[in-house]
């Protein structure tokens, strides 16, 4: 079983849309999550992260936590063309950020 | 210099040949980490260092052979690669403490192994 698991995608919206991005995961151990942004031929870029249960809001991105069902989320709200990337979740457990593939999102014009 | 760096960018290599991928960290943390990241898969943790000591090998195959210096520098040893070992290889840091764990990558290097 995967550690981190994300929708596969890949996601397509509309410019001002809202993009919806969801992870789960399998560790209970696991404290805190991430969210990076990769763009292609990029290094991954931490978007924000969240420790408690509830929601977490930074600008136009909120992130989403329910470890009860062990299940983060990152909404993206007026999405625009410079956010059409790769979004990876990551679970930190102890030591070491476990990745889920990624979810692909193009934010069309 | 900030952040984390990497040399090379590019690297195409036979598979006798032996090679080294060099990692720096100029934001003063005490854990670096390679990762490995194939098209379509996870991002794999291959190592990490924290305070210098190695505390995880993902059973990672021995042709990889990793040394941390100093808790600014970070190695990736290469020699008698496979082609399913190209892959973007990234390092990372971190300042290591409980219930935190921002990584902060490197552009990473791209391996091609012929």
């Known amino acids: 079983q995967k550690e981190v698991e994300q929708n596969s995608g890949p996601l397509s919206v509309p410019e001002g849309a809202i993009a919806s991005l969801n992870c789960t995961y399998s560790?209970?151990?696991?404290?805190?999550f991430f969210w990076y942004r990769q763009y292609s031929g990029k290094s991954p870029e931490l978007i924000m992260f969240?420790?408690?249960?509830g929601d977490k809001e930074d600008g136009r991105f909120t992130a989403q936590l329910n470890k009860a069902s062990q299940y983060v989320s990152l909404l993206i709200r007026d999405s625009q063309p410079s956010d059409s990337a790769t979004y990876l979740c990551?679970?930190?457990?102890?030591?070491?950020?476990?990745f889920g593939a990624g979810t692909t999102v193009t934010v069309r014009a | 210099e900030t952040g984390v760096t990497q040399t090379p960018r590019h690297l195409v290599m036979g598979m006798t040949n032996k090679k080294s991928l060099k990692c720096e960290q100029h934001?003063?943390?005490?854990?670096m980490y390679w990762y490995k990241q194939s098209a379509k898969k996870p991002l794999e943790l291959m190592f990490v260092?924290?305070?210098?000591?190695?505390?995880e090998n993902n059973s990672v195959p021995s042709r990889f052979s990793p040394e941390c210096p100093n808790s600014s520098h970070l190695f990736l040893h290469l020699h008698t690669l496979q082609p399913e070992d190209s892959a973007l290889y990234l390092c990372?840091?971190?300042?290591?403490?409980?219930?935190?764990?921002?990584?902060?990558f490197g552009e990473g290097s791209r391996l091609t192994v012929l």
């Open positions: 990372a840091s971190s300042q290591m403490y409980r219930g935190a764990g921002e990584l902060f």
């Open positions: 560790d209970r151990g696991s404290q805190s």
């Open positions: 969240i420790y408690s249960n």
């Open positions: 990551a679970g930190f457990n102890d030591y070491k950020l476990s």
């Open positions: 934001l003063g943390h005490n854990a």
């Open positions: 260092y924290n305070f210098k000591e190695q505390t």
